[in-house]
């Protein structure tokens, strides 16, 4: 399945170095502002600058448009007629709509929510398809996501809560590993930058159990040792994470309705005009 990227800023970027570090097939790229797709591409020869999005929609099976909210609708009314029946037309913009994209284009549209993590080919890539997709099309995707992440297909109600976990997820967890860094420091007996680089090394070797295989629950079990210090610990915590973690999906969700509401223009008014 051929690639073409439009918006090769942070995630455009990143899914266009990860598709050509692990395909030597190439991956099309096109951007805006020329330099910022011809710095991508320039480590890579698997790796073609398009000067045009029309060029770029000509050579390749799939487009992924990797613009913020505003310039992909406005990217949409364009790209969207020129595309073909047989592409597919993925999207990282979440508060899309598919059912409303889909009546701006004859291909196929798709969310795809991407994460940081695919700069090492791992992590979590959401895929929302719509119901007219076929099986066909849905395992080629997959297969070629799959070399740069695991592809975990959501409906489309799920995105906003699945995104919070997968895509927003590693900047909350180190939002919390900061705040623990800080109150380590408070103690006087640990600067931060030190208690950051502890933290650091014990969620890698975290990540590396539960990729061989242990559950949260295995592991808080194998650590608790009843009336020890990390059972005190927990009590301590208590349900000050679940609270927590409540506001932070009520607010992102109040985010995501507010934002599907003032910024997706109808794509038959537009026509309309
Ligand atoms: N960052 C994340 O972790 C993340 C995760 C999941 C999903 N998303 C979503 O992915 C989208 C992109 O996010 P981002 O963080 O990668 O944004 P970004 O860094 O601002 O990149 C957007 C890129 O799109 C380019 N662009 C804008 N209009 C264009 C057009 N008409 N034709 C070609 N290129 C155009 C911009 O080019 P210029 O250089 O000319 O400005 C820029 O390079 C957003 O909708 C975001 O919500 C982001």
């Known amino acids: 399945m051929k690639i073409g990227i439009i918006g090769t800023g942070h995630m455009g970027g990143m899914l266009a170095r990860a598709f050509a570090e692990t395909s030597s097939e190439c991956v099309y790229v096109y951007n805006r ?9 320039a480590d890579f020869t698997n790796m073609a600058v398009c000067n045009t999005w029309r060029s770029l929609v000509s050579c390749v099976d799939a487009v992924i448009l990797c613009t913020k909210a505003a310039d992909g609708f406005h990217m949409m009314q364009q790209l969207g007629p020129a595309l073909s029946r ?3 037309l993925l999207t990282t913009i979440s508060s899309i709509d598919l059912d409303q994209w889909q009546e701006f284009t004859p291909a196929t549209p798709v969310k795809l929510i991407p994460s940081l993590t695919q700069t090492v080919h791992k992590g979590a890539l959401l895929v929302s398809y719509p119901r007219t997709i076929s099986p066909e099309d849905k395992l080629r995707l997959e297969q070629k996501l799959s070399a740069i992440g695991r ?4 409906d489309e109600a799920q995105v906003r ?4 976990l997968t895509s927003c997820g590693p900047a909350f967890l180190t939002s919390i590993c900061q705040s623990w ?23 890698t070797g975290l990540a590396a159990l539960l990729e061989a295989g242990m559950t949260f629950e295995q592991v808080i079990d194998q650590i608790r040792v009843p009336g020890g210090v990390t ?10 994470p679940l609270q927590l973690f409540t506001r932070l999906h009520a607010e992102t969700a109040r985010y995501a309705n507010g934002h599907k509401r003032n910024s997706v223009p109808s ?3 537009s026509r309309q005009v």
């Open 33 to 41: 502002t020329a330099e910022k797709a011809e710095a991508v591409a």
């Open 86 to 88: 047989n592409q597919l």
């Open 151 to 154: 592809p975990y297909v959501i």
């Open 161 to 164: 809560v699945c995104s919070d």
């Open 181 to 203: 860094a800080q109150a380590a420091a408070q103690t006087g007996n640990i600067d931060r930058a030190e208690a950051e680089s502890l933290l650091a090394s014990m969620i």
């Open 231 to 240: 059972e005190l610990g927990l009590e301590a915590l208590g349900d000050g």
């Open 267 to 269: 794509p038959l008014a």
